[in-house]
């Protein structure tokens, strides 16, 4: 009897619930108020602006990342150190052809790019530095050399001895293959003019510096080496030929010989 009333119940419960409304083939749905159509709309809208900020705010942090590194980097290179290679023997027996140097050019007065200002020289050159400079012929190459005499200095070479103001100058550094009758190895006197610097390669016998085109303005000199940070033993041939399919072929062969001709006991050698 109960069961029977329980179903009984249920049955008038459910007719009287209002039916889901049905529309018919072919009408027009009904119209809906302005405050329901926005409300329906409302969640559509919230949703797209929120995943175009989240993907927004994914890239942000790697791009700015990116910026502020290319910067770091940049700024470096030009105000702080820059890494080179030295092609050439004029200064063997000190810097051999293929040592890679990291060199100093925050003491010496970086230039700003683009406005040619430059910043402080905080170094003094004196004689028996080793730096680097743009040569005065052609500032758009670089030269490493030895200051020899600084303005003011009188300069003279007696059969292949440096003195200066009449002293001799102690250079252990300086090697000589030539004999002494080579012109290169008598020179001057001549007196070093104020704000210029007159410069040697330690290969004295095969350097070209300032016994062929002169002083170099101080205003010329970039920086100075630091160190070597990696020598690898190829001839200066190698190092100066612009041809691509060469450049390509060397650098295949530092590749493959990357670990024997790489001269391991030059590496960290201070300058």
């Given at each position: ?33 302005p ?20 993907e927004?705010?994914?890239w ?17 290179r030009?105000?702080?150190g ?41 170094k ?44 001799p100058?102690?250079?252990p ?22 704000g ?28 100075s ?47």
């Amino acid at each position: 009897m109960q069961v029977h009333s329980f179903v009984y119940m249920l049955s008038l419960e459910l007719l009287e619930r209002p039916a889901p409304a049905e529309v018919a083939v072919g009408a027009e749905p009904a119209a809906l108020s302005p405050a329901a159509e926005a409300s329906a709309i409302e969640p559509v809208i919230d949703k797209v602006p929120v995943r175009v900020v989240r993907e927004r705010s994914r890239w942000r942090p790697s791009t700015r990342r990116l910026i502020v590194l290319a910067c770091i980097v940049l700024g470096m290179r030009i105000f702080v150190g820059e890494a080179s290679v030295v092609p050439t023997a004029s200064m063997e027996g000190t810097i051999l052809v293929g040592d890679h140097l990291f060199m100093d050019k925050l003491l010496y007065g970086p230039e700003i790019p683009l406005v040619g200002w430059r910043l402080p020289v905080i170094k003094k050159i004196h004689r028996g530095d080793i730096i680097v400079f743009r040569y005065p012929k052609d500032p758009s190459e670089t030269f490493l050399k030895r200051v020899a005499a600084v303005g003011g200095d009188t300069l003279e070479i007696r059969d292949g001895l440096l003195y200066v103001n009449s002293q001799p100058v102690r250079e252990p550094y300086a090697v000589h293959h030539a004999p002494v009758h080579n012109p290169l190895e008598s020179w001057g006197p001549t007196v070093v003019p104020e704000g210029r610097l007159f410069v040697m390669g330690d290969n004295r016998d095969n350097s070209s510096d300032s016994r062929d085109w002169g002083f170099v303005p101080l205003g010329n000199v970039i920086g100075s080496p630091m160190f070597v940070y990696w020598s690898y033993d190829a001839p200066t041939s190698r190092w100066l030929d612009e041809n691509l399919g060469h450049k390509l072929t060397f650098y295949a062969s530092i590749a493959e010989n990357f670990f024997s001709h790489t001269r391991w006991n030059r590496t960290g050698t201070l300058l």
